[in-house]
């Protein structure tokens, strides 16, 4: 099965400080990777995509990937409090239509 | 340009009605997928279709869910018989095209009492 996995938090970040939010897949053939943001009742908003093996950066956010360690990682500098909400790793596979997403992690920016 | 447009934002049903719940793509999209969460759980695809097409309906439960996308009109999500277990939030996604970035909407939430 085509498991993402993430750390459900909730991960906590003073205003200001640097947030890293990681997740893990299991399936090899994988070859997109997204990073969402969801708002309590809203739905999922596109932050940043990423293919290649690397660090990939958009304003405050920086994706890094590494595929041979099957992991994909968000950092989010100078937090706002704006910032907290769930944040949802998906993945789609080549082969595949869907995205496989992960559970999402819950980060709190507290002022 | 309308973003990706889903309606009833929320609904409530009584356990054995049916529900359906509806999804206009974006201007120039022709992909559409669905995607459910349950409270507490992470998004789940269902369906993937194109006009008049289920491309990959993998992630469909065999009974009482089905969906459509004709050559007019929107995409119809349609559950029959409904459960509690039901109750959730179905997104709607659409893309320009199978491996292009997904676009969500705003949600339907399915209440069954």
């Known amino acids: 099965q085509k498991e993402v996995e993430q750390n459900s938090g909730p991960l906590s970040v003073p205003e200001g400080a640097i947030a890293s939010l990681n997740c893990t897949y299991s399936d090899r053939g994988s070859q997109s990777f997204f990073w969402y943001r969801q708002y309590s009742g809203k739905s999922p908003e596109l932050i940043m995509s990423?293919?290649?093996?690397g660090d990939k950066e958009d304003g405050r956010f920086t994706a890094q990937l590494n595929k041979a360690s099957q992991y994909v990682s968000l950092l989010i500098r100078d937090s706002q409090p704006s910032d907290s909400a769930t944040y949802l790793c998906a993945v789609k596979v080549n082969s595949g239509y869907a995205l496989n997403f992960g559970k999402g992690t819950s980060l709190l920016v507290t002022p | 340009n309308a973003g990706v447009m889903q309606n009833p934002r929320h609904l409530v049903r009584r356990r054995g009605q049916e529900a359906r719940l509806r999804c206009s793509p974006m201007k120039g999209h022709s992909h559409v997928y669905w995607y459910r969460q349950l409270p507490e759980e992470g998004l789940k695809f269902m369906v993937y279709?194109?006009?008049?097409?289920?491309?990959?309906e993998s992630g469909m439960p065999k009974e009482r869910f089905s969906a459509e996308f004709p050559k007019e009109g929107p995409s119809i999500l349609r559950i029959q018989q409904v459960v509690r277990g039901d109750s959730a939030a179905y997104f709607c996604a659409s893309s320009e095209g199978s491996g292009n970035t997904i676009y969500f909407g705003e949600g339907s939430w399915l209440t069954v009492v």
């Open positions: 990423i293919y290649s093996n």
């Open positions: 279709l194109q006009k008049e097409n289920i491309i990959d």
